[in-house]
């Protein structure tokens, strides 16, 4: 990235020049810097932003584990990229980050193939879905989003230490963060009672910028740093899951004209997934971030969250999420 762009800039507007994709950040890295041989875990890789992460990394010589709950999509994404480049190193994974087990199985397979671990890319997520449970009882996009991500990076973590200095973890959040903050009492709405999809999914996006910041700060003199990002808005699988009620809500908060979102011919104001995947690469190998951990992305930048409690100046909310994720996951570590 051209240095004049790294400044914060107004974290509202997607201007053309910020339209970066996957391949002009990699093949703009400076000489000496490759990601070459290392190896990346991106999870949901099968679809959307992960997919075109794995694709882009192994075009460029990354060793990319896909982690993916099912293995005939894992597979299938796999073969699609191979097509592209038949010499691409990558590997399938079964993880399920909606049961913590799952999450436990994949590390304990993963350290079976003796790999080390440069970059963790904390990608899948779901959004406003209805009302559910994960296997272990939390609410399902916090539950998915954080707590399975939560645990992935604390089980990884030597790895990730041992890999650095130079290690990275990547949690992709949203802009949506700004629809709620974690309710640190009640992260389960009430059980259901007082369940809102978009308030769940804020929660969960909340949590993923405070969870990247937290960790910076706990591990980050560890030669490993952590970040969060938006990777702006495309056409992806994310409204699969969502009733048609909460699509046709959704489309109220989008700008006039967006009808066509949800299909292949999306509006022109959105992005293409290659341009979204963009920041979460940029994240995960620029060493213009180097040093600067902790830090929120948008577009290829550094930003700054939208709410106060994201941006958490004190580290107070990140401190109190890290103490209530340990412990939910503490059977697990
Ligand atoms: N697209 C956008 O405009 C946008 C904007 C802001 C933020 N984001 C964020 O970008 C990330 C990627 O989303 P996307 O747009 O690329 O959507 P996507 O195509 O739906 O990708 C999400 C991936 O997460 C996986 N996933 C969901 N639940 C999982 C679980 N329990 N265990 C393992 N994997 C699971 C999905 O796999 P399955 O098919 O198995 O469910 C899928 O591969 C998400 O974190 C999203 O919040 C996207």
Redo the contacts with the bound molecule.
Sequence with gaps: MPASKTLVHAVNAEPEGYRYTTEQVLSSLPGGVSVSNKVFIV?????????ETARALSAHGAHVIV????ET?GHAAIDRIKKGNPQAKLQWMH?????LD?VQEFVKEFHKTSLPLHVLI??????AHPYAK?KQGFESQFG??HI?HFLLIKLLMDDLIKSGPGSRVIV?????HRWAGVRYDDPGFEDGKAYDPWKA?GQS?TA?ILCARTFNEKFGDKGVEFFSL?????????A??MSEDVKKEMLSMMPPGSESMFTNDPPKW??T?EQ??ATQVWGATSPELNGKGGAYLDDCHIGKPLTEEAEDVTGENGRRLYDMSMKAVSNYL
């Design positions: 999870t949901g890789s099968h679809s959307g932003l992960g997919e982690a993916t709950r099912s999509s993880l399920d980050l909606s049961d799952s904390c990608n899948a997520g779901i959004m994960t998915t989003n399975g992709v959040s949203s802009r949506g999914y996006k993923n938006h990777p702006g808005v495309c056409s992806t699988n994310l699969s899951g959105m992005k997934i979204c995947a």
